[in-house]
């Protein structure tokens, strides 16, 4: 299918099937936001279990922290972003819309003028005032991003666990950006989760973690379905890099209109402890009682975004085949992904079945997510749940009532086994036991 098609695609079945829908739709929308229904809520907390569950808790060494979205506005400006995390920003003087400058070659998308202001540097952080007062004093920014809150812990952190270098500090969460131009669907939004660690190393072995970053994280994008000729890695130009980056790699995805961003990995070097030990008067370094030496850690940084993630695990997930000469939908999503892991669907709504299905669901519900549905017929609901990407259809039909025992479909392969009901539980976990699932490479 054409890439476009594709995209046109999931943004329907987003919205028919309640992942995604356009936030405030009865009033028209909200400019480019968006809000993550029933399916999608499901779907964002896995992609961010996987993450945590790789980055964190498999780890001994990397910590989870949560930090507040509005902090001291000093943060911002000690990290740069107060002076520098800008636009460049042009105006068409024909049409009046308003464009990134480095996104448009000199010409407006929108009417094809050349006739541009000249651009100035619009900041992308989010204003507001603290408190009953606006006035100077009270002005605080939304966080840009997550990883402040890890550099500037660093020091609570380390002694609170008595970690020691090299650790990782890692987080979940929100961050806003007033972007010029938001769209292409959630690629790009105000308002998005972003998945951040901070990794402090000894300065000897900054280069090794990139290294070893850098592949434990597009493995983790591969494990989790995203096949490899969908994925790149492109690290940046010297005259690209931020100021603060001793080196960065992309990691890119084959978006339906060309490789873009899913993730960044940098090496930045002792910019941030640094710049907070400089504005705070805080001492940033560590001490290691062994060699009885003081030194800022380098920092190695995987940034990447939940919600843009998603994205791509939905587009790459999205297949049209035939069972039995009829054509179906299939997000072929990883189980560990998947809105629901299983659905509980008797055969029919006869009354004789309710008891039967109503046990099989308390059986599995504590333990996996589970959808249950009786309408429609059985065949219709196979699809709606291949449409969804559920890995597992329990069928409960009237054979159940002597045999006691189900029918458990495979999406991928429609496959049907028969199984005692008491089994179904130790069925799908070892079948989810056997998929594979991002697991923490060793360092050496
Ligand atoms: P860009 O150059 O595309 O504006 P960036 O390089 O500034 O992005 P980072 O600051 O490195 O992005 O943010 C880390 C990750 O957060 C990105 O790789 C992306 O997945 C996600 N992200 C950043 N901005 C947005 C946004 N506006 N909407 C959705 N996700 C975003």
């Given at each position: 299918m054409p890439d476009l098609d594709r995209m046109e695609a999931i943004v329907?079945?987003?919205?028919?099937r309640g992942f995604i829908f356009p936030s405030a739709e009865i009033y028209g929308g909200f400019r480019s936001t968006y809000d993550y229904g029933p399916l999608g809520a499901l779907m964002l907390r896995n992609v961010r279990e996987a993450w945590w569950n790789f980055m964190v808790q498999q780890r001994p060494n990397v910590v989870g922290i949560e930090a507040a979205i509005l902090s001291s506005p000093k943060i911002w400006e000690a990290s740069g972003h107060l002076a520098g995390f800008t636009d460049p920003l042009v105006d068409c003087r024909k049409c009046g819309s308003r464009w990134r400058e480095d996104q448009i070659e000199g010409v407006c998308p929108s009417c094809g003028s050349t006739d541009l202001t000249e651009a100035r540097?619009?900041?992308l952080m989010f204003r507001t005032f603290v408190g009953p007062v606006a006035d100077d004093a009270s002005v605080a920014y939304l966080r840009p991003e997550t990883a402040q809150g890890m550099f500037v812990n660093f020091p609570l952190v380390q002694r609170a666990l008595r970690l020691k270098p090299p650790f990782g500090i890692a987080q979940l969460g929100k961050s806003f950006r007033n972007e010029i131009t938001p769209g292409n669907f959630v690629f790009r939004t105000r308002e998005f989760d972003q998945m951040e660690m901070e990794f402090f190393t000894p300065p000897e072995l900054a280069d090794r973690y990139f290294q070893y970053w850098t592949?434990?994280?597009?493995e983790w994008y591969r494990t989790l379905g995203i096949p490899a000729d969908e994925l790149r890695?492109?690290?940046?130009?010297p005259d690209e890099l931020s100021h603060y980056s001793k080196g960065t790699v992309d990691i890119e995805y084959r978006f339906p209109w060309g490789f873009g961003e899913l993730e960044g990995i940098a090496n930045r070097g002792t910019y941030d402890l640094?710049?907070?030990?400089t504005?705070?008067?805080?001492?940033?370094?560590y001490f290691d009682p062994q060699t009885n030496e003081r030194y800022l850690p380098n920092v190695i940084e995987p940034a990447g975004g939940v919600t843009r993630a998603m994205m791509a695990f939905l587009l790459s997930a999205f297949d049209r085949d035939e069972v039995g000469g009829e054509e179906r939908t299939v997000l072929r999503l990883s189980p560990f992904l998947a809105p629901y892991t299983v659905a509980v669907l008797p055969l029919s709504r006869k009354?004789?079945?309710?008891?039967?299905?109503?046990?099989?669901?308390?059986?599995?519900?504590?333990?996996?997510?589970c959808d249950f549905d009786v309408t429609q017929s059985i065949g219709r609901r196979y699809r709606r749940q291949d449409e969804i990407g559920t890995p597992f259809?329990?069928?409960v039909d009237f054979d159940t009532l002597d045999d006691k025992a189900v029918t458990v479909r495979d999406r991928d392969t429609t496959e049907q086994v028969r199984i005692p009901m008491t089994e179904v539980t130790r069925y799908l976990q070892e079948r989810l036991d056997s998929t594979a699932r991002p697991v923490a490479t060793p360092f050496g």
């Open positions: 329907s079945l987003a919205k028919q540097d619009f900041n592949t434990e994280r597009y890695l492109r690290p940046h130009d640094n710049a907070h030990a504005h705070s008067g805080t001492d940033m370094t009354p004789e079945l309710q008891g039967a299905a109503d046990a099989v669901f308390a059986s599995l519900a504590s333990a996996f997510s259809c329990v069928t």
